[in-house]
């Protein structure tokens, strides 16, 4: 057979088919031209059902909807590990102030026995300086009780700002999932049209033609079938050349044909 061939349409797909490949074909197939026309029709549907089937997985609302599901797991334990912190912190505040509630007592104490002015002259000598102690105490134990105090409000308010982000990620994602579902619906509409029009056309397929199809399309990337128009197969894209076009044109209209470049049922329409 000649192989030389016209100018390639543009984007043609990959590497011509080995002519060895013709004789892995099956035996030849027959089919009224009104069945290989409605084996177009079964292709055509059998594209938008593919292109339904990428939208659907390729939804932007999906990888929008797992984004988020990520950062929501991801603030959540944040948020637990804030929630430590505060309730860590807020017990040592409670417990620096409450030392310096006893070491003021035990100054309350002290001033009241230095008011009454009972004891001896020592004992009262030692309470005096003990109170200056007990003063220099309370200080450094004030401090201490104000930076825990500081270390509170930061964590506080470090906490309040993960529960807003988490708020707005929440929002956010029911938005998407929102989107996912309106489109999934639409999507469903469009199944709904198109699947049964495929059924009631591949039903009246005869058993062979229907079989190659089947066959064909699962090794061509989805397209089965093509048909020949401009003396050009629509399923490869390459200009068939003249003596091609002449044998088939010669060929009997039941005699259901393959594309020699691409292997596709060709359709005459
Ligand atoms: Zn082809």
Redesign the pocket.
């Known amino acids: 057979m000649d192989r030389n061939r016209g100018p390639l349409a543009s984007g043609s797909p990959g590497p011509r088919t080995p002519p060895a490949r013709r004789a892995d074909r099956g035996s030849s197939v027959k089919a009224s031209p009104a069945d290989q026309i409605r084996l177009l029709e079964v292709q055509a549907d059998d594209a938008r059902l593919d292109a339904l089937a990428n939208r659907r997985r390729t939804l932007p609302a999906l990888a929008e909807i797992s984004r988020l599901t990520r950062e929501i797991t991801d603030l959540d334990s944040r948020i637990g590990s804030a929630q430590t912190d505060v309730s860590d912190l807020t017990r040592s505040q409670t417990k620096a102030s409450n030392e310096t509630g006893v070491v003021r007592a035990r100054l309350d104490r002290n001033n009241v026995r230095l008011s009454a002015g009972t004891g001896s002259a020592k004992d009262l000598q030692a309470t005096s300086s003990e109170n200056v102690s007990l003063h220099r105490r309370i200080a450094v134990l004030e401090e201490a009780e104000l930076e825990v105090m500081e270390q509170v409000e930061v964590a506080e308010s470090t906490l309040a700002e993960l529960r807003t982000t988490r708020d707005g990620s929440a929002v956010a994602l029911a938005d998407a999932e929102q989107q996912r579902d309106a489109a999934f619906a639409d999507l469903d509409d469009d199944l709904g049209r198109v699947r049964p029009h495929r059924e009631q056309a591949a039903a009246q397929l005869p058993e062979q033609l229907a079989t190659r199809y089947e066959r064909i399309r699962a090794s061509a990337g989805g397209v089965g079938a093509?048909q020949l128009a401009d003396g050009r197969?629509t399923?490869?894209r390459?200009q068939l050349n003249v003596s091609e076009l002449a044998t088939i044109r010669n060929a009997d209209p039941d005699e259901v044909l393959e594309?020699d470049?691409?292997g596709?049922i060709?359709v005459r329409a």
């Open positions: 093509a197969c399923g490869c390459l594309c470049e691409c596709r060709l």
